[in-house]
C-alpha cells in the first residue's frame, strides 16, 4: 500500500491498493478514520485460526488427510454452517447424491477454494452479534447470485464466482462494525459507503483470495455487451434484489 500526501492547494490524499488502483480519501478526518480502522481492527482481525490453515485448500494436490485436519481448528458453527452450505438444494448445477456430512465430502462437494472463502465468511461474518444483519444480507445475495446466474446462462464458473462474489462484495463494511463496536460511536453513513470498497480489497488481500474479488468489490457497476451479463452484474442484480 501506498499512499501519496496532500497538493499545495487543498487536501487530497489517496491510498494506492497494489494491481487494483487508488482510492481518494477526502478528507484528513477521513484519512485517520481510515487508518485508525485499519490498525485497530483490520490488522488484528482474529480468525480463531492461523489463515495457514486454510491455505492448504489453496493446494489442489492437498492430501486428503490435512484438509480432513481443518475441522479440528474450526469453530462448531462455522463447521455446521459449512455443511448446511455444501447440502443446500440451491447449489444448483452440481450432482448432488445423499447429503454431504464428512468434512472431505463438504469440500469435494463445494470446491476446494470456494469451502476456503465459505470458512472464511462463515468465521468473519458471525464473530460478534453487531454483524448479524451484514451476514443475512450477505449470504442472501450469494444464493440470489447464484440463482439469477444459472437462469441466465452463465458457466459453472461464472456461478461460482457470481455467488462468491456477492457474498464478499460487502465484506469491508465488517472492520467499519467492529471499530462502532470497540468505540462506542456510530459512523456516518456516507463514510461507511465511500470507503467499505478499501476495506473489503485490504482482506482480500490479507487472506489471498483470489484477484476477481477484489475486482467485484471494486467494479459495483451494471455492465452488458453482446455475450449476455458479465459476472459482475448479475453480482449487481442480486445486490438490487437483496436491498
Not at 497494489?18 to 485497530?40: H, L, M, Y
Not at 462448531?76 to 459449512?82: E, H, K, P, T
Not at 485490504?202 to 467485484?216: H, W
Amino acid at each position: 500500500i501506498r499512499v501519496t500526501g496532500t497538493g499545495a492547494f487543498g487536501y487530497m490524499e489517496t491510498i494506492t491498493l497494489q494491481k487494483f488502483g487508488e482510492f481518494k480519501v477526502e478528507t484528513p478526518e477521513d484519512f485517520g478514520r481510515v487508518r485508525e480502522i485499519e490498525t485497530q481492527v483490520l490488522d488484528k482481525l482474529n480468525l480463531g485460526f492461523s489463515p495457514e490453515v486454510i491455505s492448504i485448500l489453496d493446494n489442489e494436490d492437498a492430501r486428503q488427510e490435512d484438509i480432513e485436519k481443518i475441522k479440528l481448528k474450526l469453530r462448531q458453527d462455522v463447521l455446521s454452517r459449512l455443511i448446511g452450505r455444501a447440502n443446500l438444494v440451491s447449489h444448483l448445477g452440481k450432482a448432488k447424491t445423499g447429503e454431504a456430512h464428512e468434512f472431505l465430502n463438504v469440500v469435494m462437494r463445494l470446491g476446494m477454494k470456494p469451502a476456503k472463502i465459505y470458512i472464511l465468511a462463515f468465521t468473519l461474518y458471525f464473530s460478534s452479534h453487531e454483524l448479524e444483519e451484514l451476514a443475512a444480507r450477505s449470504f442472501s445475495m450469494a444464493i440470489v447470485g447464484r440463482v439469477l446466474a444459472r437462469q441466465l446462462g452463465l458457466n459453472a464458473l461464472d456461478q461460482d464466482r457470481v455467488e462468491l462474489g456477492a457474498l464478499l462484495l460487502e465484506m469491508g463494511r465488517i472492520p467499519i462494525v467492529l471499530y462502532e463496536k470497540q468505540n462506542h460511536l456510530r459512523l456516518e453513513s456516507d463514510f461507511t459507503s465511500r470507503y467499505h470498497p478499501y476495506f473489503g480489497v485490504r482482506m482480500i488481500q490479507k487472506y489471498s483470495l483470489p484477484d476477481y474479488l477484489a475486482g467485484t468489490i471494486l467494479n459495483q457497476h451494471f455492465s452488458i455487451d453482446r455475450n449476455g451479463f458479465s459476472a459482475t452484474a448479475v453480482v449487481d442484480l442480486a445486490h438490487c434484489v437483496v436491498e
